[in-house]
């Protein structure tokens, strides 16, 4: 299939990514890695196999299915393999109760759109539209802008949600695509950033500077987390690099929570960060008037 | 979170602490020997006036109560209804509980056989009797009274002794032909008047024994009050409510009060509320107060459905809210009872703070209100005959259907059709693999309901032409097939109910229900025999989506992909795929659902809805008026289900129907959007006696601000794409689950059940399961 990527899920009826109601497409690969993240079974960029062992009813089909023996039956358990498995599906499209779930399907712009258009009339009476997020669909400009053409066309907005991880070219072919960024800002200091998602965040600040300059509609977004950016000084060191910016918009502070977590046993991955109750009410109120104190438009989500 | 209760006024929660203290069983069964001793005495009589004269005795003997502390008098019981009506009652309800109810269609059948002049050995009385046995097996089902909204605005505004004026002179006026029926409006009218006159005298003689002061002050007010709405219209606002509170009790002592509905009371009541509030007679904390007195009279009515409508267009086409509009929003949300069915009609139009009042409402749970979108249902009630100025008036009658209030004896439950079970016979030429329960009715099984002869699983249904499940070979002919079957079983039960209902004024009148309907004083005629403006019947189809699904799956998998056969299918269903489990999985996994925007399905659907349509749509009954089709299935789906057996959308035997129109239980999988498109591609326009589409969502959807606006732009844009009613469920899996294991910890929780609200544990098992099998939508 020419010009198709593998897509992990498209959600309709999505009311957390950008205005009004949406359908959220998700890209699978990301050039992070962070901590907390709660979409794991997108950071690579090829299939993964999620397999939820609490659904297994040990029936064993899935024995017989996978071409590299990766499923056993031992004493009525089940043993899954990881390191021999390729990801080729055929486990999942034979069971039966959901515990094999193979994620990340080749779609082509125009498969993907067909899915998109069904919702227009949500989107229009509550001025929504479609959001590309991941992974890091900012990777991917090619597919997105042949997607966005379509959407476009038929007068449905596009945002796009990124990590801002990627050199500024692609984001220069997006630009005139793309009605409005979700742009994450996760913490000011470089070596925070780095410790806790695997890279620095100077190339992240920069191409937000270009986008702003640039004349980008964009919403920040600021997952606040404990051990992580939870403090107010860092918090306060972020509202002080957003006031600078001079066409933001609205800012938005997404305290974090342990949705993740389920998914990552799935995946056979251990979760990088200790179960955290979420930042509390307090704080998260403490940090928003910081952020208002800067004359930001913020809000939490 | 954590929807939040309001708190009532002391005065309120002195009436809600002892709203339990009013029961007093010993008073259900008192109807019957009074009414029994009237129609003895006046043996010489018609129908008519014995009816009015049990009545007219009914209310003089009656017990009547007033609660010192109480703002409002009065309280209602259902009475056994026998011999006024052949309805099953159990004499010994705990009026606490749901209360076993239902009509007796055998002896309705039986009764009409001899009204219409049939002979006992004739094929139309042969007719009627096997569609009483389809009814009494869960094939057909027939409900005879109360649907319907009484003209308690022009009662407030004219009167009991305006409307007996009115037919003292139309009594002078009339030929014989309408004399009886108008003496027994007026012996109605009279024994009205002299009800509330023994109101109150109690009201007198309690405020002299009370002793708290401010009762007493109240309980003087409330005399004076009570002698004047004896005859005269209401003057105040606290006069209006009393009255209809009144009216509305007494109707309760004519018939069963299936659900009596109360119009748009808010826009009724308001030029009352406005004069006391410029006069001083009356402050917003007194009015907010009444209104919540009502609503605990109307919450001692379990499963009631009695509807009140709030909002919508006025008749110069602009959205008529105003304060009492909020403050019955906050009057349910102070109550959380299953009682009454707030309705809100909705438009674009629509101020936010009456959305924003609805959210605070429906976070609790209680799926109230319900959401009607006003294009489609004044549509509806025009495509009815309806007039421009009556169909902008629409209000909500039990579940979701629309009536002209006070103009309008639409019998909306006459009839509901099992499709599922219809597709099942087909495959076992009339016979059913289930024999389910006859009888079951609230909580338990009736055992007076089942059928002389125990026809078990060898009793044939009616199959109406002449195929035969193996000479089908392609899915064309499985398709048409089963639409002739739908629209000659419509044509069966709608025949069959006309045939009932040119018996009733003959039968079972109801003159005083006559009175509050306009137009039956006018024409000298009961409302059973046509004496209102309109005049429809309401057929309702139930188990669609399960129909659909089957479909899908047969063309699927037997001409398609090949992969079984029709009689692999009938194999399956008479085993209720036990030894079928592939089978099964094949449907469960590779066969397209209804509700997940899937044309493939959704247009099998809109054909079957369509093709219902065109017997429906045209057809006569004797009162005058038409036969209006509706997609909404009361708690009905449950009920059917249990007595359907398993079919080839992979429904065991036993288990649940779809509910309504809404997508089998727990099969969408694509959030409500997807759902809500499915449901469009249907021309919904057919359903002219109403819809129901249930949405549910998990309690977090609505701990933000910005979903409260999601949800509102869901229905606009369902409305805009020709959408009816909507409706939402908001409490947790867990929650029902707990509720199901320690059910004496959730004696409160109130929840959506399809066209209305009851108490969770008052539910039948099955309707529980059922529930809890919706797909949960959070929103993400
Ligand atoms: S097919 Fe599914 S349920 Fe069966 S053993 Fe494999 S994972 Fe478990
Ligand atoms: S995805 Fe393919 S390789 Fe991996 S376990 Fe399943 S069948 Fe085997």
């Known amino acids: 299939m020419r010009g198709a990527e593998f897509v992990s899920n498209i959600q309709r009826f999505s009311l957390d990514d950008g205005p009004g109601i949406r359908t959220t497409v998700f890209l699978k690969g990301c050039n992070l890695r962070c901590a907390w993240c709660h979409n794991p079974e997108n950071l690579k960029f090829s299939p993964v196999l999620q397999f939820f062992q609490a659904s297994c009813q040990a029936c064993g089909k899935c024995v017989k299915a996978c071409p590299q023996n990766a499923h056993r039956i031992l004493d009525g358990g089940h043993v899954f393999d990881r390191d021999l498995c390729e990801a080729c599906g055929k486990c999942a499209s034979v069971c039966r109760t959901g515990a094999l779930k193979l994620v990340g399907d080749r779609t082509s712009p125009e498969a993907l759109f067909r899915e998109l258009v069904k919702d227009r009339h949500y989107y229009a009476s509550s001025g929504g539209g479609v959001t590309f997020s991941g992974g890091e669909p900012a990777l991917r400009p090619g597919y997105i802008i042949e997607a966005a053409r379509l959407c476009r066309a038929e007068h449905i907005p596009v945002a796009l949600d990124t990590a801002g991880n990627v050199p500024f070219e692609n984001y220069a072919a997006l630009l005139p695509h793309i009605d409005l960024f979700l742009y994450d800002v996760k913490c000011f200091d470089p070596s925070l950033h780095a410790r806790w998602t695997g890279v620095d965040n100077r190339l992240i600040l920069e191409n937000l500077r270009a986008l702003d300059k640039a004349g980008a509609a964009y919403i920040i977004r600021v997952p606040v987390i404990p051990q992580f950016n939870a403090d107010m000084g860092e918090q306060e060191r972020i509202a002080r690099f957003l006031a600078t910016l001079p066409n933001r918009g609205l800012i938005q502070l997404l305290p974090y929570h342990v949705y993740g977590v389920g998914k990552y046993e799935a995946l056979g991955f251990d979760y990088g960060l200790d179960r955290q109750a979420p930042p509390s009410a307090e704080f998260m109120d403490a940090a928003l008037k910081r952020y208002r104190q800067s004359g930001l438009n913020a809000e939490i989500a | 979170m954590a929807a939040q209760k309001l708190e009532v006024s002391d005065r309120v929660k002195a009436i809600l602490d002892h709203r339990h203290d009013d029961h007093d069983r010993s008073q259900i069964p008192t109807r019957r020997p009074i009414y029994e001793a009237a129609f003895e005495n006046y043996a010489e009589e018609g129908r008519d006036i014995r009816i009015a004269m049990g009545f007219k005795r009914f209310l003089a003997e009656k017990k009547i109560l007033i609660r010192e502390h109480d703002i409002l008098a009065g309280f209602a019981y259902r009475y056994t209804y026998k011999p006024s009506f052949p309805f099953n009652l159990p004499d010994d309800y705990d009026p606490l509980y749901r209360p076993p109810a239902g009509i007796d269609t055998c002896q309705e059948a039986e009764d009409a056989i001899v009204a219409n002049g049939f002979a006992a050995d004739s094929v139309e009385a042969g007719e009627m009797r096997a569609f009483a046995k389809c009814v009494s097996k869960w094939f057909y089902k027939h409900w005879e009274t109360g649907h319907i909204?009484?003209?308690?605005?022009?009662?407030?505004?004219?009167?009991?002794?305006?409307?007996?004026?009115?037919?003292?002179?139309?009594?002078?006026?009339?030929?014989?032909?309408?004399?009886?029926?108008?003496?027994?409006?007026?012996?109605?009218?009279?024994?009205?008047?002299?009800?509330?006159?023994?109101?109150?005298?109690?009201?007198?003689?309690?405020?002299?024994?009370?002793?708290?002061?401010?009762?007493?002050?109240?309980?003087?007010?409330?005399?004076?009050?009570?002698?004047?709405?004896?005859?005269?219209?209401?003057?105040?606002?606290?006069?209006?409510?009393?009255?209809?509170?009144?009216?509305?009790?007494?109707?309760?002592?004519?018939?069963?009060?299936?659900?009596?509905?109360?119009?748009?009371?808010?826009?009724?009541?308001?030029?009352?509320?406005?004069?006391?509030?410029?006069?001083?007679?009356?402050?917003?904390?007194?009015?907010?107060?009444?209104?919540?007195?009502?609503?605990?009279?109307?919450?001692?009515?379990?499963?009631?459905?009695?509807?009140?409508?709030?909002?919508?267009?006025?008749?110069?086409?602009?959205?008529?809210?105003?304060?009492?509009?909020?403050?019955?929003?906050?009057?349910?949300?102070?109550?959380?009872?299953?009682?009454?069915?707030?309705?809100?009609?909705?438009?674009?139009?629509?101020?936010?703070?009456?959305?924003?009042?609805?959210v605070e409402l429906l976070k609790t749970g209680?799926?109230?209100?319900?959401?009607?979108?006003?294009?489609?249902?004044?549509?509806?009630?025009?495509?009815?005959?309806?007039?421009?100025?009556?169909?902008?008036?629409?209000?909500?009658?039990?579940?979701?259907?629309?009536?002209?209030?006070?103009?309008?004896?639409?019998?909306?439950?006459?009839?509901?059709?099992?499709?599922?079970?219809?597709?099942?016979?087909?495959?076992?030429?009339?016979?059913?693999?289930?024999?389910?329960?006859?009888?079951?009715?609230?909580?338990?099984?009736?055992?007076?309901?089942?059928?002389?002869?125990?026809?078990?699983?060898?009793?044939?249904?009616?199959?109406f032409t002449g195929y035969r499940i193996d000479a089908i070979d392609d899915f064309r002919a499985m398709l048409d097939w089963y639409k002739e079957e739908l629209k000659a079983h419509l044509a069966y039960a709608m025949t069959s109910i006309n045939r009932l209902d040119s018996a009733l004024p003959k039968c079972y009148p109801t003159p005083f229900l006559s009175v509050l309907i306009e137009g039956c004083i006018q024409n000298g005629k009961d409302v059973t025999a046509g004496g209102a403006k309109y005049n429809n019947s309401g057929v309702n189809l139930c188990g669609l989506p399960n129909v659909a699904d089957s479909l899908a799956a047969i063309q699927k998998l037997v001409f398609t992909d090949k992969r079984y056969t029709l009689k692999d299918f009938q194999d399956a269903m008479k085993a209720d795929y036990v030894g079928y489990e592939d089978m099964l999985d094949a449907i469960e996994h590779d066969c397209p659902k209804f509700g997940n925007d899937v044309s493939a399905v959704d247009d099998i659907m809109a054909e079957l809805v369509a093709a219902a349509e065109s017997v429906v749509n045209g057809f006569g009954n004797p009162r005058g008026g038409h036969w209006q089709m509706g997609l909404y299935s009361v708690e009905d789906h449950v009920k059917m289900g249990i007595n359907t057996g398993a079919l080839p959308d992979g429904k065991r035997k036993g288990e649940a129907l779809a509910s309504a129109v809404s997508p089998v239980q727990g099969k969408d999988v694509n959030g409500p959007t997807a759902a809500v498109n499915s449901l469009l591609k249907t021309d919904l326009s057919a359903a002219t006696n109403g819809m129901v589409l249930d949405i549910k969502f998990s309690p977090s959807f609505f701990d933000k601000t910005s979903h409260h606006r999601a949800l509102r732009m869901l229905i606009q844009a369902y409305a805009q794409q020709g959408g009816g009613e909507i409706q939402f469920n908001v409490v947790d899996r867990e929650t029902l689950l707990d509720a199901q294991i320690h059910p004496e910890r959730h004696k409160d929780l109130v929840v959506r059940v399809s066209g209305f609200s009851a108490y969770f544990t008052s539910l039948i098992r099955e309707t529980q399961d059922e529930i809890i099998k919706r797909t949960e939508h959070a929103g993400v």
């Open chain 2, 366 to 463: 209680i799926g109230l209100p319900a959401i009607f979108i006003d294009e489609f249902c004044i549509r509806a009630k025009k495509r009815m005959g309806h007039s421009a100025e009556d169909a902008a008036n629409y209000a909500l009658v039990g579940c979701v259907e629309m009536a002209c209030p006070g103009k309008e004896y639409a019998k909306t439950e006459a009839l509901r059709i099992n499709t599922g079970k219809i597709l099942e016979i087909m495959f076992f030429n009339g016979k059913s693999n289930c024999l389910g329960s006859t009888g079951i009715i609230g909580n338990a099984v009736d055992q007076s309901l089942k059928l002389t002869d125990d026809h078990g699983e060898d009793y044939v249904y009616p199959l």
């Open chain 2, 149 to 358: 909204i009484p003209g308690y605005e022009m009662l407030i505004n004219t009167g009991f002794g305006g409307l007996a004026n009115e037919a003292r002179q139309r009594l002078a006026e009339a030929d014989e032909s309408r004399k009886p029926a108008l003496r027994a409006m007026l012996i109605c009218l009279e024994a009205a008047s002299g009800y509330i006159l023994r109101y109150a005298d109690f009201a007198r003689d309690l405020a002299e024994k009370t002793e708290t002061p401010a009762y007493k002050a109240h309980l003087v007010e409330m005399e004076a009050s009570l002698r004047h709405i004896a005859h005269g219209p209401a003057r105040t606002f606290f006069e209006a409510v009393q009255l209809i509170w009144l009216a509305h009790e007494m109707l309760y002592a004519e018939s069963f009060p299936a659900s009596f509905s109360f119009g748009r009371m808010d826009q009724y009541l308001y030029p009352f509320y406005v004069n006391d509030l410029k006069s001083g007679k009356l402050t917003d904390a007194e009015a907010a107060d009444i209104l919540d007195a009502l609503w605990i009279k109307f919450g001692i009515t379990l499963h009631g459905y009695q509807n009140i409508t709030i909002g919508g267009l006025n008749e110069r086409g602009e959205y008529a809210s105003n304060e009492l509009t909020i403050m019955m929003l906050r009057s349910s949300r102070k109550t959380l009872f299953d009682q009454p069915l707030l309705c809100l009609r909705y438009h674009d139009s629509m101020p936010d703070d009456v959305w924003e009042e609805s």
